[in-house]
């Protein structure tokens, strides 16, 4: 076969004769190989490659420092500087190279993955990123640089099938020096065109480059948060939407307004920052260009009459004084409660609407006599950010409209995560119907192309966001699935399972195949070798397609059993279980590109995720446990996947586990039987925190009412040693700042990891969603001198009132607050540590549960033997015991304290806290009285695991009677705070005090005298008239048995006995609230808070 010839430029390039021959070769060179794959493959074939490298080399920092920076657009005259700014004055023929290699790289990197590897195998990557800084290269080189760099970023692959070379262009671009040019370009304050154009490709660099926490956390650190912060605002600013609150010397200060395209790179830049992070979204919103901005609901309240500064709508019945500065940003929307209404579900009260005391808000085009005529604001969230970023999502649409509802997600998830969020329930469902209203149905709609036009990216990405803002939320869940989203996502599904062959089509070389080019398949880097081809296009999109709808059904099907009902219908179920296929080929066929999309041809590690998610919420309805999921056989492909190699497969995975291991599951003994015991705890001893703490929870739902054989073995895997180890940790507070005094940083109280908040609300940040960490300045997490960059580097807010600077002074408080409770890595351990020790102690209390087919005692008595009785009580004291206040918080600085909870799964969203969360609110002496405790959630495991011990045999009360300082720990917490410890409390009394048989008569009178002689009965009387309905009625029985059993009266199974019931109130009220709790399957809710997985909490 004839070799195809070189080029005649590749020749001259080799060897040029002179420069201008050279650069002449370039230009042809370039020419010749724009928009032709085949030509671009001879040229890499014949050694482009390493010319190019030479070229790009040559005199890198010699071309740049020959220029001043004014010529770059820096110079303080802005938009007046002259025209050599745009680089026509200074360039150089050698500058002149550089830009040509540059683009020639660019367009081989247009071809696809397969010209990726040869680029940076010739080691290209370097002299690309020398030439970024804009002090060291002229703007025209810049700019080619970065649409270089955003062309070979755009080549690398998926999350779908993640490319080793993505992550080597990201690791070289966020590293110093080259990461600081990012930073240096924004930093360009000039209105030219050019530098106008390097800040917008530089915004999008980072937002398609942008993927992993350490590079974000690089960025913040490095300032350019904050200088994308500040053009922002500075858009924002110029489209006249300014609230009278903001001081004119702020606004005079902000860089010039970048124009639209450039502007929506900068917002897709800005959510790829603070993704996942609530301290790098509060970073952003406490800059001080989008405080200036977008103030506070409580700065703008007495500057409310102005309204925001745009034109009214015409037409108002109200004149601008009387509308609130909120309804400028939001569109007026009329809240219609009719029976047709299909957001009916959606919409607030009437009165709901407007805060106490507000008249009634009427839009223009209603009736003004109608009684549904008010509508929705933007008041409900703390900023005025929100709004406007939900005004922009409505004014704009398709791609556009998909990057201001991205930004609003992680603007979302801060306000549901927050933890230092004070806001009442009241006002976070305000906030929920606003999104359920104004944002979920336009979601839907695009949803909608997805189902109608087969495969849109547009529709994927829409379907994802979504399944962000409905994660844990059932108003907007409801909302979504009243829009009929549930049957178009269920076809957007299926339709991802048609059939299509991802080989890439065998492309004409004008080489001849050898056996090189399979160099690049077995790891070797070759300048003259194409890399892998990778997934075909198509292929791509629908199996993201397929990943977006499972993580959109998950979030659906979360809450409510009609959605779920839905779902099956749908016929969607099916699919769900074949998305729990991996992938069988090997590591050739996969990096050649031959993937198919069938029904049994596997999926890639994210749709192994998402289908988890969906399985596991639909697992939460007990019929479609026992019916849909074990119809199409979930729990063989979930079992095969417990060993998939990447652990964030098993953790997912393990996640389902909670609910199919359950006593009521049919799939549980085949579980069982296939071995899930042995590797459940196999994983309960992973150096990964995240999988022993999922491991142990599936752990503590098998052994629940299983067969004492089944919990021995158990028992036996996991080790009793590694149990004593477990459990024995010092179960320390976590701290955090004063809410209401972040500005004086005071020393406070340690507060547990689960406490209401101000509003009364239980959170708990033990649960919380692991935020990433971030590299900080020391080893406490303290904020250092990251945060004074926020507040002083920029120098956006000069001459600022002294009113606002309280509120900067406030606000980096906040920060640091949020930075400890995020990357404190004291903090962070503290975290995982007690909740993985909360559920060992579940395990216990589970572990000790009578069956119905066994003797009571049984294991209590085996527990005991294994672990010693005199140690099994000491660590259980040892939970009881109180803390002295320097064990209590982290022996870090004075800045890591913090308070605790999550958020949910996905895991979950969860909250924070420790005080009073029953209807009534505990003074704060009577809290600050419970702060050097263990968190509620280890002393309530802990003292449910004293009231099963008491609910065994006579012999056991006994003992438990008999460990006198244990006893006495318990007695403080007939008061604490948490009506589930007070509820567990008097649930104690009454199985210390119930009669077994006439044979323990005498013993019980004894209990209740020795029960009296320690003060509970005093404590039991107070808890009589306690605002929990659960705690009075509880109180009644033991104090009636109390009564009897020391009065002398016989009959313990009479009006007491048979209130309390061996089988109903003593044994289900012991084992309610982290045994057999969960809503819905007879429990209470306060029962299930403590209980399952997923039944009734979080899973």
């Known amino acids: 076969m004839t070799r195809a010839p070189s080029p005649p430029a590749l020749g001259e390039l080799r060897n040029p004769s002179s420069p201008a021959a050279q650069l002449a070769a370039l230009k042809q060179l370039k020419n010749f190989i724009v928009g032709h794959d085949q030509r671009k493959e001879l040229v890499v074939r014949r050694g482009i490659i390493p010319e190019l490298a030479r070229v790009l080399q040559a005199n890198v920092k010699a071309a740049g420092k020959r220029r001043q920076r004014h010529l770059n657009g820096g110079r303080a005259g802005g938009a007046g500087a002259p025209a050599a700014g745009d680089g026509a004055e200074g360039w150089t023929q050698e500058d002149e190279e550089r830009l040509q290699a540059t683009l020639i790289v660019g367009s081989l990197a247009l071809g696809g993955p397969p010209f990726v590897a040869p680029v940076l195998a010739g080691g290209l990557l370097q002299p690309l990123l020398a030439a970024l800084s804009p002090s060291d290269a002229p703007p025209k080189l810049v700019i080619a640089t970065l649409r270089t760099l955003i062309s070979l970023a755009s080549a690398t692959g998926s999350d779908l099938f993640p490319s080793p070379y993505r992550a080597r262009i990201a690791n070289e671009i966020y590293n110093k020096p080259d990461g600081d040019a990012l930073t240096e370009i924004l930093a360009q304050r000039s209105a030219m065109r050019m530098t106008q154009e390097q800040i917008g490709l530089a915004a999008e660099l980072i937002s398609k480059t942008c993927r992993e926490d350490e590079h974000r956390n690089f960025l913040v650190k490095a300032g350019a948060l904050d200088l994308l912060a500040a053009h922002f605002a500075a858009h924002v600013a110029a489209s006249s939407l300014v609230s009278p609150v903001a001081e004119a010397s702020a606004i005079a200060s902000f860089p010039p307004a970048p124009s639209k395209s450039n502007f929506l790179q900068i917002v897709s830049a800005i959510s790829s920052v603070i993704s996942n992070s609530n301290y790098r979204t509060a970073r952003f919103l406490y800059s001080q260009p989008i405080v200036a901005l977008f103030p506070s609901a409580k700065q703008i309240a007495s500057f409310e009459k102005y309204g925001f500064m745009v034109q009214p709508r015409p037409n108002d019945l109200y004149n601008t004084q009387n509308i609130p500065a909120y309804e400028y940003l939001l569109p007026q929307l009329q809240v219609a409660q009719t029976r047709e209404s299909s957001f009916s579900k959606a919409f607030p009260a009437l009165g709901s609407l407007t805060a106490p005391g507000d008249g009634a808000r009427i839009s223009s085009f209603a009736d003004p006599n109608s009684q549904s005529s008010k509508h929705v604001t933007g008041q409900e969230y703390e900023t005025a950010i929100y709004a406007w970023t939900i005004r922009m999502a409505r004014e704009h649409r398709d791609d556009e409209r998909l990057v201001f509802i991205e930004l609003l997600t992680e603007l979302v998830k801060f306000a549901e995560s927050n933890p230092i969020d004070n806001r009442s329930d009241y006002v976070k469902e305000g906030q929920r119907r606003l999104l359920a209203v104004l944002v979920i149905p336009l979601l839907s709609k695009m949803i909608d192309e997805g189902e109608t036009g087969g495969r849109s990216e547009r529709s994927t990405k829409a379907m994802r966001l979504m399944a962000a803002l409905l994660e844990y939320d059932p108003i907007l869940q409801n909302a979504a699935a009243d829009s009929g989203i549930i049957r178009r996502v269920c076809q957007v599904l299926k339709k991802s399972f048609d059939v299509v062959i991802g080989e890439q089509p065998k492309r004409w070389s004008p080489v001849p195949t050898s056996p090189d080019e399979m160099d690049s398949l077995d790891g070797v880097e070759r300048a003259d070798v194409l890399g892998n081809p990778g997934v075909s296009q198509e292929v791509h999109l629908l199996l993201k397609s397929r990943e977006c709808s499972l993580l959109a059904l998950a979030a659906i099907a979360h809450k409510e059993d009609p959605h779920r009902k839905t779902i099956i219908e749908s016929g969607a179920v099916a ?57 199409y056989g979930i729990a063989k492909p979930i079992y095969g996947l417990l060993k998939h190699p990447v652990i964030d497969v098993q953790i997912a995975t393990t996640d389902v586990l909670c609910n199919l291991l359950l006593q009521f599951s049919p799939m549980r003994e085949d579980l069982i039987e296939a071995g899930v015991v042995k590797t459940l705890c196999e994983h309960a001893h992973s150096a990964d925190a995240r999988i022993r703490l999922i491991s142990l929870w599936a752990l503590k739902h098998l052994v629940l009412q299983a067969d004492n054989e089944i919990k021995i073995q158990c028992l036996e895997e996991l080790g009793t040693g590694w149990l004593i180890n477990t459990v024995s940790g010092e179960a320390r507070q976590v701290q955090m700042p004063n809410k209401g005094h972040l500005h004086s940083r005071p020393e406070t109280p340690s507060l547990g990891m689960g406490t209401p908040n101000a509003a009364g609300e239980q959170v708990d940040l033990l649960n919380a969603v692991d935020e990433p960490s971030m590299d ?15 507040a002083d580097s920029i120098g956006l807010l000069r001459n600022r ?67 010693g009785r005199d140690r099994f009580f000491e660590i259980l004291t040892a939970k009881l015991r109180p803390r002295s206040p320097s064990s209590s918080g982290p022996p870090s600085s004075s800045t890591a304290h913090l308070a605790s909870t ?38 309530l495991a802990t003292a449910f695991i ?58 019980a009178r004894q209990r209740a005298l020795e029960l009296r002689a320690l003060g509970f009965e005093e404590r039991v009387k ?30 313990g199974n009479s009006a007491g006995g048979a209130g309390a019931g061996a089988g109903t109130g003593r044994t289900s009220g012991a084992g309610g609230s982290g045994t057999a709790g969960f809503v819905g399957l007879g429990a209470s809710a306060s029962a299930a808070a403590g209980g399952q997985r997923g039944w009734g909490h979080d899973r």
């Open 946 to 1003: 004293i009231v099963h011990l008491a609910n065994g045999k006579p012999s056991h009360r006994q003992l438990v009677i008999a460990q006198a300082p244990l006893m006495h720990h318990l007695l403080p917490l007939f008061a604490h705070p948490d009506r589930r410890i007070r509820v567990a409390c008097v649930w104690l009394v009454n199985n210390l005090t119930w009669i077994e048989d006439a044979s323990d008569q005498a013993n």
């Open 776 to 790: 900080i300045d020391n080893d406490t997490g303290a904020s250092g001198d990251e945060d004074d960059v926020m």
């Open 902 to 939: 999550p958020t949910s799964s996905s895991p979950n969203p969860a909250d924070l806290g420790t005080t009073r969360s029953t209807g009534t609110s505990a003074p704060s002496s009577v809290s600050s009285s419970f702060a050097h405790l263990a968190p509620p959630e280890i002393l």
């Open 801 to 867: 009132s002294a009113s606002a600077s309280s509120t900067a002074a406030r606000n980096k408080a906040k920060l640091r607050a949020i930075k400890d409770a995020e990357t404190n890595p004291i903090i962070r351990a503290q975290k995982e540590e007690l909740r993985i020790q909360e559920q060992a102690l579940d395990f216990i209390r589970n572990l000790i549960m009578a069956d119905a087919g066994s003797s009571p005692g049984d294991m209590i008595d085996h527990v005991l033997q294994t672990f």
């Open 1022 to 1051: 107070l808890c009589l008239s306690d605002a929990e309905l659960d705690v009075r009625e509880r109180a009644k029985t033991a104090m009636e048995q109390l009564g009897k059993l020391v009065d002398g009266v016989v009959g």
């Open 575 to 631: 699919c769900i279980a074949d998305s729990l296929i991996p992938y069988g080929r090997d590591d050739e066929e996969m990096a050649r590109g031959i993937i198919l999309t069938g029904a049994k041809d596997g999926n890639p590690v994210p749709v192994l995720i998402a289908a988890c998610n969906a399985a596991r919420a639909m697992s939460r309805s007990v019929s479609v446990l026992r019916t849909s999921m074990m119809d």
